[in-house]
């Protein structure tokens, strides 16, 4: 089966379980004979710092990491961490980011200094990545992972609202499957709901931009 | 993925990071000893053999170091059993020392050591190339470019190693490393445990002088005929398209070499090789002879250049080679698509079809303002606790830190920015020895308990021996925090959680000589700074001991045990926002709120080490769960 080619660059704060998410995307690309490859960060990062995993899904593709401006989305676990990897996204392409910001501590010891300096906000995100695409979704991750039972369930609600896409290549019977043998046995039921409620996000506003499966 | 696919029966097909291929194809190859230490971009071998090791019966120690790993390989597959080790480029420097006579002495049971370099140092503190270590030992080097590649060229480096009885060097990069793609589960044939009998004579692994200049001669003809067999290996693989343009790389580089020829549209004859020590030079010369022009896409050091250039002098003189030395590419950091398509294009002075920099300068003013998310100590990590004592109790000292390799060296980065030297595992006792010899401030050295083990034990003899005049703090968190919280000698478990003997620091170092020990909890922190305070001012050497487990690992034992991870909250009609907190702890639970600009402690990441609540002075930082 020839899969069109689908590259979703991948980013987050270290502990929110990117790793985990991509290895749901590659498992569930295994069971449906799609061949999927990523290339992935380990290691020093993962200290509460800035992560991403580049996941590639394509017949020929060889290159675990995506060429600038190759992304087909950008999927961002944190909002500030959507707009640190803006130069993979195609033009034009789909960010699909969590509304939730953790500030970095050194902003914070900046901040502190000077009350005139705010923080960035969602709405900041929004607008810069606007000049690079009109197809910017941000979903409320952490308010909708506490209502599925788990706040640790963000990386699976973004799941459900990414598998909403037309372009994505991977059927939402196997995700859902991948995502029930990858996560704790007595967590299967919250994070399926969380993908379920992550999906109807996406259908309330992602898309209005974008073609979606229903 | 993870241990359960590693496990799993074949044939059938898994999604795996290349490092759980690598164990896949250990196990189908029937490995009976492992022994590492843990060590980005390698450390998930360790840990998915440790994971898996109750289903097994294979032999598996945590080494203390790299170079005890490798020995302990050795001396089993001396005897004949099939071992392997894994361990980061500059682990390799550790067992280097082995590592070289071990190709003299040779062994008898297949023994294969993977090594991954670290370009862009992403986890490591350099960009070493670890590739001239192969003809440095004249140990048969191979280098996979993915997970399907690296199980196949485990399984196939068992065998290599037991035909000629030499360990097999499998070098890999972070890239390949940490690549997940499909990989194909042959079936897990393996044979019960068994010890084996001693049959060699007296003296069969002693290298020495004469026997040294024996095997010496000996291992070159064992060079010459492994080059004979890699002339036609399966992993060297030409694609010869007719074109009078080559490409020849190896590794990461292959990946990015076929996406690149995609983006330009080109149509390049291209040679893979696989085998990169002995290189096969027949096959080398035999692509050289059909082109006008050679591109070589490799990282780091000009390696393959370097040989390949070599080999055309004579092959075909009038080939022109590109590469690093023509300044189409760097020795400096990872590749990546871009820079391939961009250094290619170079040599063919054609436009890249999407101009790079130009998106990276749009990308860079977009982020304008956009904060560094370094890495950091986590909440709740004890480290933090105990770089706010140590401060707290050398303020108005004038003094210089020597650091080491663990978590504790993120105490360099922004905003703590502290620490004045770090070289290796183990390099600060002997760093802060010459220190107090050349500087009148107070020498502090600093070192967590695995790198200790590993290789700080040799520095603390000779401080002690020499009546060096410094302090040395050991960061006591029970586990190798950095790598993923690994037990070591200090830890009550080895691999697969096996009981194991717990050595304790104070005994150890008391056994030593050294009488002037200081042991201070860092969760304690007020009383954690008066005895350090103290033990600074006191003569050298001597050692502060601050002992709290790594919250990642005290969470996780807390989760297991079914126990609640509390938070903290601030009481915002009491902070009078001197931001104490903050500007002294920087924890990354801790943000400032729009509103009233009061701090705020965020639930969800908060490990309630009441570390902050202890250090706020008007005290409006309580238990509970924040808004």
């Known amino acids: ?214 | 993925m993870g241990a359960a696919d590693v496990v799993r029966e074949g044939p059938g097909k898994a999604f795996m990071l290349c490092n759980e291929a690598i164990v896949r194809g250990a196990l189908e190859a029937d490995v009976k000893i492992v022994s590492a230490y843990p060590g980005s971009p390698t450390t998930e071998i360790l840990d998915t053999f440790s994971d898996v090791a109750p289903k097994f019966d294979y032999k598996m120690e945590i080494a203390a170091n790299e170079k005890v790993a490798l020995e302990t390989c050795a001396g089993a597959s001396m005897a004949g059993l099939r071992s392997i080790t894994s361990m980061k480029s500059v682990g390799l420097n550790v067992a280097s020392d082995s590592f070289v006579s071990l190709s003299y002495t040779g062994i008898k049971g297949g023994m294969v050591l993977v090594v991954a370099d670290d370009p862009q140092a992403h986890s490591s503190q350099n960009e070493q190339d670890g590739r001239p270590f192969g003809p440095n030992a004249y140990i048969p080097m191979i280098e996979p470019s993915n997970p399907t590649e690296a199980k196949k060229m485990v399984k196939f480096a068992f065998g290599l190693s037991e035909r000629y009885g030499v360990p097999v060097l499998m070098r890999t990069t972070t890239r390949v490393n940490h690549q997940s793609g499909i990989v194909e589960l042959e079936r897990l044939d393996r044979k019960p445990f068994a010890k084996v009998k001693w049959d060699h004579p007296p003296g069969r692994f002693v290298t020495v002088a004469e026997s040294a200049r024996n095997f010496k001669h000996a291992l070159l003809e064992r060079t010459t005929k492994i080059e004979q067999e890699f002339s036609d290996s399966e992993f060297n693989v030409v694609k010869d398209t007719g074109s009078d343009l080559g490409i020849i790389t190896s590794g990461a580089g292959y990946n990015y070499t076929v996406d690149a020829i995609k983006i330009l549209g080109i149509n390049p004859s291209v040679l893979k090789l696989g085998t990169t020590f002995p290189l096969p030079k027949d096959p080398i010369a035999g692509f050289l002879r059909k082109l006008k022009t050679v591109v070589i896409v490799e990282e780091l050091s000009p390696y393959l250049e370097l040989h390949c250039t070599a080999i055309a002098k004579d092959a075909n003189p009038g080939v022109k080679i590109f590469g690093k030395w023509t300044g189409h590419f760097s020795e400096a950091l990872e590749y990546n698509p871009n820079i391939v398509v961009d250094g290619i294009a170079k040599v063919l002075g054609v436009k890249p079809p999407v101009d790079y920099n130009a998106i990276m300068a749009k990308a860079k003013e977009l982020k304008t303002g956009l904060h560094d998310r370094w890495p950091t100590f986590c909440p709740g990590c004890p480290h933090r606790a105990t770089l706010h004592a140590v401060r707290q109790a050398l303020k108005g000292t004038k003094h210089i830190l020597s650091t080491d390799i663990g978590c504790y060296s993120m105490s360099f980065l922004p905003p703590i920015e502290y620490g004045d030297s770090l070289l290796s595992m183990g390099a600060c006792l002997g760093v802060a020895a010459g220190m107090q010899y050349a500087v009148e401030e107070k020498v502090i050295a600093m070192i967590g308990d695995s790198t200790f083990y590993h290789a700080g034990l040799p520095g603390l003899v000779n401080a002690i021996h020499h009546g060096d005049d410094f302090t040395l703090i050991i960061l006591d968190n029970e586990v190798t925090a950095m790598t993923g919280q690994q037990p070591h000698p200090g830890s009550d478990i080895s691999a697969g959680d096996r009981p194991a003997k717990r050595l304790i620091l104070e005994n150890v170092i008391r056994g030593m000589g050294l009488e002037d020990i200081t042991i201070v909890d860092p969760y304690d922190i007020k009383n954690a700074i008066g005895p350090m305070k103290e033990a600074f001012s006191r003569k050298g050497p001597n050692v502060i001991i601050s002992r709290r487990a790594c919250a990642l690992y005290a969470d996780r034992n807390k989760r297991k045990r079914g126990e609640r991870i509390e938070t903290n909250k601030v009481e915002r009609s009491v902070c009078k926002k001197p931001y104490t907190c903050i500007r002294t702890f920087y924890c990354p639970a801790l943000s400032v709120r729009d509103d009233d600009r009061t701090a705020e402690i965020s639930k969800e990441l908060c490990d309630r080490c009441d570390v902050c609540a202890k250090l706020c002075p008007f005290g409006s930082i309580k238990r509970g769960e924040g808004e």
Do not use: W
């Open chain 1, 1 to 214: 089966m020839a899969t069109k080619e689908f590259s979703v660059y991948m980013s987050g704060v270290g502990g929110q379980g990117l790793v985990l998410l991509s290895n749901v995307i590659g498992a569930a690309c295994a069971s449906a004979g799609i061949r999927a490859l990523t290339g992935e960060q380990h290691g020093l990062s993962q200290r509460s710092g800035s992560i991403n995993v580049h996941m590639r899904i394509g017949e020929e593709i060889m290159s675990p990491l995506i060429p600038i401006g190759g992304a087909d989305a950008l999927l961002a676990l944190e909002a500030l961490e959507a707009l640190r990897y803006v130069e993979y996204l195609q033009p034009g392409g789909v960010v699909l980011m969590n509304s939730r910001i953790q500030h970095p501590i050194a902003e914070t010891a900046v901040h502190i200094k000077d009350k005139a300096i705010k923080y960035m906000s969602v709405e900041d995100v929004k607008n810069r990545l606007g000049q690079v695409t009109d197809k910017i979704s941000a979903i409320d991750a952490l308010g909708i992972a506490n209502k599925a039972g788990n706040p640790l369930t963000e990386n699976i609600v973004m799941l459900g609202a990414l598998s909403t896409l037309e372009a994505f290549p991977v059927p939402e019977s196997a995700l859902k499957d991948s995502v029930a043998a990858n996560v704790p046995k007595k967590a299967v039921e919250v994070n399926l709901k969380a993908f379920d409620l992550g999906k109807e996000a996406a259908f309330e506003h992602l898309c209005n931009l974008v073609k979606c499966r229903k």
